[in-house]
């Protein structure tokens, strides 16, 4: 994730999938990314990244969160974020 990012410049947040699902195999299901009801993106595991469109500026908390599946618990993780305006 660059940061500081944009308003409106898509933006490539992307995780591990050993630190959104601990334990053994491969995790499937849906990761969420987000950082407001309106701002987010979803991936179906095995991917390892979305694309987030931040449209306020300021300093944001980004969200990572993992469904879980029969074989892995959920998890989630959060990251600070400058969002620039692009004035």
Known sequence: LPDPSEVGQPVTV??????VAPG????SGIVRVSASP?????ASLPATS???T??????R????????ST????????A????????
């Open 14 to 19: 992307g995780w591990q999938l050993a630190a």
């Open 24 to 27: 053994g195999g491969t995790p």
């Open 71 to 78: 074989d892995h618990a959920p998890s989630s993780a959060t």
């Open 61 to 68: 908390t980004i969200t990572v969160a993992y469904e879980g």
């Open 50 to 52: 979305c694309e987030l």
């Open 38 to 42: 309106t701002e987010s993106c979803t």
């Open 80 to 87: 600070a974020h400058l969002v620039t305006d692009n004035d």
């Open 54 to 59: 931040l449209s306020t500026p300021g300093n």
